[in-house]
Antibody
Framework: EVQLLESGGGLVQPGGSLRLSCEFS????????MTWVRQGPGKGLEWVSG????????YYADSVKGRFTISRDNFNNTLFLQIKSLRAEDTAVYYC????????????WGQGMLVTVSS | DIVMTQSPDSLAVSLGERATINCKSS????????????LAWYQQKPGQPPRLLIY???TREFGVPDRFSGSGSGTDFTLTISSLQAEDVAVYYC??????????FGGGTKVEIK
């Protein structure tokens, strides 16, 4: 059974940084594209970033480009999102989600973790 | 970016009746080389992560009840719940994955019981 377990969320001040992690288990991690999707309070889903199975290709929403960095450790089956220069509008539940091989329809999702940016 | 527009924003349907949700993309998400539409549908219940229902516009994910169906091609797509059940109350999202440099979701449609 595929499981995605997120960690690293919490309360951070504006301008601060966090590193989100998503531990993957159940199947071979490196074979699948991975993404981060967020959902602001009472809002819809917003794609944040994606990464290829090898980690060689990365993609970002314009709203986070230059501030967020996605990466993966295929040896330890973990996905990361380094986020810096946080703004109030980055407050959201962050989900990691697995694609299907190299297709970005998202067939497994983590439970989500809340990132709150506030002073 | 490909903009995904869903309609309606919300709808109330009687138990056992049909619910229809529309999704329109600002450009085609059909890839002619493999004859596939890069369109997925998700269901999200309160306090839960989204759940994949449909991919390639019309392929039902394993374990999804057959009352859920997807149709459409190019820029216009529909998710149909043929006979609404109480457990189908949720928000539904469409998503294009044609442009992998920038995935986009529709704004969501809230389905309630009338």
């Amino acid at each position: 059974e595929v499981q995605l377990l997120e960690s690293g969320g919490g309360l951070v001040q504006p301008g601060g940084s966090l590193r989100l992690s998503c531990e993957f288990s159940g199947i071979t991690f490196r074979g699948y594209v991975m993404t981060w999707v967020r959902q602001g309070p009472g809002k819809g889903l917003e794609w944040v970033s994606g990464i290829s199975g090898s980690g060689d290709s990365t993609y970002y929403a314009d709203s986070v480009k230059g501030r967020f960095t996605i990466s993966r450790d295929n040896f330890n089956n973990t996905l990361f999102l380094q986020i810096k220069s946080l703004r109030a509008e980055d407050t959201a539940v962050y989900y990691c989600a697995k694609g299907y091989y190299d297709s970005y329809y998202l067939d497994h999702w983590g439970q989500g973790m809340l990132v709150t940016v506030s002073s | 970016d490909i903009v995904m527009t869903q309609s309606p924003d919300s709808l109330a349907v009687s138990l056992g009746e049909r619910a229809t949700i529309n999704c329109k993309s600002s450009q085609s998400v059909f890839y002619s080389s493999n004859n596939k539409n890069y369109l997925a549908w998700y269901q999200q219940k309160p306090g839960q992560p989204p759940r994949l229902l449909i991919y390639w516009a019309s392929t039902r994910e394993f374990g999804v009840p057959d009352r859920f169906s997807g149709s459409g091609s190019g820029t216009d797509f529909t998710l149909t719940i043929s006979s609404l059940q109480a457990e189908d109350v949720a928000v539904y999202y469409c998503q294009q994955y044609y442009n992998t440099l920038s995935l986009t979701f529709g704004g969501g449609t809230k389905v309630e019981i009338k």
